[in-house]
């Protein structure tokens, strides 16, 4: 588990059965090198003691929300500060559904809440709880903020019955983490350019063409690009969205700027162009704001195609290039056009023709055309949700 070493991560325990289990994580964490801190909640203290689980972190176990002793260290944002990761295992269900709500009355719940670290939930719990719908809609929601859920396993539980609800084994749990990081370490070696939003085309100082695109989904797909390892440039139009911690943004304009950024942005193993780029700018942009009795018709010209541009350039095409194709009708046979016409390796097709998903919505359903004629129809998900399936599909490609 030599991807663990060194590594700090913060282990929240819950009052389940399967605590007993945690001191074995706490070990194979340390035996790896790992820096392990524990929170144990009151309920956790009614399976292990404090003892038993400081005797094997060598750190002291973290129980109370407000201690009067050392308030000033301010326990719940100094231990999400210092994590790498967070790992709440056993997860119960009423954790789970405090974390889903976004309740923060307790030490554990408010780190989580505090916490923009990556958060790995192994639940354990009675087989009728594990299939109750709350409980569903819980996890639907945690998976949905990007908390990653390991297990629970079927089997025999505690309380005699057999199903699904038996935490993972600590070794499963360790693996997934090991994976985590491993994965992270893989990845650093490439470098990735999304382009995202829309182009803004002046046609005087306070005019423009440009189209409904939010930025949403380019941003989500760079998000996880960084979160995998990645060095990503998000080459961005003008967005209402926030930068994101580690990625390099620049922003830009018109098409023509985010064609010079991106050529500026080269070499890079894989570029994604997201952006809905206006495909006509205007010929002879005015310098001065135009009077409205003294224009009848604006004269537009092709903007620069970036996508093609980059899918044939001779010494510097990325060794994967994927681009988007924003369709309302004839979804596959519009995509798989652009796929041969453009010259890139995939298309990502989305339907923009309905509100609840595509341009500005949280949400998406994307069809991925392959060069090799295959196509792959992924249901409608949260656009982050997205973004990983085609993260996850990029890192097998380059790997
Ligand atoms: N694209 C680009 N430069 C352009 C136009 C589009 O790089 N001037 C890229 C987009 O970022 C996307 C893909 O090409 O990855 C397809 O964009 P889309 O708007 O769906 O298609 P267009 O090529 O503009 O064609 P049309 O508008 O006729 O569908």
């Known amino acids: 588990m030599k991807n663990l070493n060194s590594k700090k991560i913060l282990l929240i325990i819950c009052g389940g059965i399967a605590a007993y289990k945690s001191l074995e994580i706490i070990r194979l964490l340390k035996k790896s090198g790992s820096k392990v801190k524990t929170i144990l909640t009151n309920n956790g203290k009614n399976f292990i003691t404090p003892l038993s689980v400081t005797s094997l972190s060598q750190e002291k176990v973290y129980t109370d929300l407000f201690n009067s002793d050392n308030e000033s260290e301010m326990d719940h944002i100094s231990l999400s500060r210092w994590a790498d990761l967070i790992l709440i295992a056993p997860a119960t269900a009423n954790t789970i559904s405090k974390i889903s709500y976004g309740l923060s009355d307790d030490l554990a719940s408010t780190v989580v809440f505090a916490s923009d670290k990556k958060i790995f939930i192994a639940p354990a719990m009675n087989v009728r709880m594990w299939e109750n719908q709350s ?9 949905d903020f990007g908390h990653e859920i390991i297990g629970p396993e079927i089997g025999e539980m505690a309380c005699g019955e057999y199903g699904k609800g038996k935490m993972s084994e600590p070794e499963v749990i360790i693996n997934h983490i090991n994976n985590y990081f491993k994965n992270i370490e893989n990845n650093k070696r490439f470098k ?5 939003g829309p182009t803004h085309e002046y046609i005087d100082p306070v005019r423009f063409i440009s189209n409904k695109s939010s930025g949403k989904q380019g941003y989500e797909i760079a998000r996880s690009l960084n979160e995998n390892g990645f060095d990503t440039t998000l080459i961005s139009g003008p967005t209402n ?8 943004l620049i922003k830009v304009k018109s098409a023509d700027e985010m064609l010079e950024a991106t050529l500026n942005s080269l070499p890079t193993d894989v570029a994604i162009l997201s952006s809905a780029v206006a495909d006509f700018k205007i ?3 005015e310098k001065e704001k135009i009077k409205k009795n003294s224009i009848s018709e604006l004269s537009l010209e092709k903007n620069p195609d970036i996508l093609k541009h980059l899918s044939n350039h001779n010494s510097l095409r990325p060794k994967l290039v994927v ?5 309302t009708s004839s979804i596959k046979n519009n995509s798989l056009k652009k796929l041969s016409e453009k010259n890139c390796d995939w298309i990502i097709a989305n339907d923009v023709s309905k509100d609840d998903i595509g341009f500005e919505s949280d949400f998406n359903k994307v069809s991925i055309f392959y060069k090799n004629n295959s196509e792959e129809n992924l249901p ?16 097998s490609q380059l790997n």
């Open 135 to 143: 409980n569903k809609d819980n996890l639907k929601k945690l998976i």
């Open 192 to 196: 990735a350019l999304v382009t995202a």
């Open 241 to 248: 969205l926030s930068s994101i911690k580690g990625v390099n």
């Open 283 to 285: 010929k002879n942009k």
């Open 323 to 327: 681009g988007f194709a924003a369709e």
């Open 380 to 395: 409608k998900m949260k656009k982050s949700n997205v973004a990983n399936e085609i993260v996850n599909r990029i890192i």
